[in-house]
């Protein structure tokens, strides 16, 4: 006998086959959308630090100490176009504002205090710094639980002042 098979049930093939494949593609999607998000976050947080830098250097000729400390942070605050949930500056690592230090490394170390125009053991001069440091919080698309992207993010920068 032979049986009649019209047409090979082929129908709706497509279909289970976009079911299975579709979660996967929207995961990628949305997970590629937080990485994408929060690369932008920090690209606008580096910009609003160089920003602040570029401040406090040039308040640094004329303030010192936590004068100039807290104007940096109110600035950094005020220019970001990122939720900042914290800003802190500090004038020579919290150290007396007027001496001169050396920085090495990162994060920096002050060794000092030192006169000015001392040479630092890597070929500087010892001078003012002052440093900022912002942070922001992201919650994920895709991840409630923060398995793939921590909440926050933090970024510290240097400058000499004098």
Same mark, same amino acid.
């Given at each position: 006998?032979q049986?009649?098979?019209?047409?090979?049930?082929?129908?709706?093939?497509?279909?289970?086959?976009?079911?299975?494949?579709?979660?996967?593609?929207?995961?990628?999607?949305?997970?590629?959308?937080?990485?994408?998000?929060?690369?932008?976050?920090?690209?606008?947080l580096?910009?609003?630090?160089?920003?602040?830098?570029?401040?406090?250097?040039?308040?640094?000729?004329?303030? #010192?100490?936590?004068?100039?400390? %807290?104007?940096? !942070?109110? $600035?950094?605050? *005020?220019?970001s176009?990122?939720?900042?949930?914290?800003?802190?500056?500090?004038?020579n690592?919290?150290?007396?504002?007027?001496?001169?230090?050396?920085?090495?490394?990162?994060?920096?170390?002050y060794?000092?205090?030192?006169?000015s125009?001392?040479?630092c053991?890597?070929?500087? #001069?010892a001078?003012?710094?002052? %440093?900022i440091? !912002?942070? $922001?919080?992201y *919650?994920?698309?895709?991840?409630?639980?923060?398995?793939?992207?921590?909440?926050?993010?933090?970024?510290?920068?240097?400058?000499?002042?004098?």
């Amino acid at each position: 006998m032979q049986s009649i098979r019209k047409g090979c049930g082929r129908r709706g093939v497509a279909s289970l086959e976009l079911g299975l494949v579709a979660p996967v593609l929207i995961t990628i999607c949305i997970a590629v959308t937080d990485f994408s998000i929060v690369y932008h976050k920090e690209l606008q947080l580096s910009s609003v630090l160089a920003a602040g830098l570029e401040y406090a250097f040039n308040k640094g000729q004329s303030e #010192t100490g936590t004068t100039l400390s %807290s104007d940096v !942070a109110g $600035f950094v605050q *005020t220019i970001s176009g990122v939720n900042l949930s914290s800003v802190t500056s500090s004038v020579n690592g919290g150290k007396i504002a007027t001496d001169y230090y050396c920085l090495t490394g990162y994060p920096a170390t002050y060794s000092g205090p030192y006169g000015s125009g001392t040479l630092c053991t890597d070929g500087s #001069t010892a001078g003012q710094f002052i %440093s900022i440091t !912002a942070s $922001f919080t992201y *919650t994920p698309i895709f991840s409630p639980d923060k398995a793939f992207l921590p909440g926050t993010f933090t970024q510290t920068t240097y400058t000499r002042l004098q």
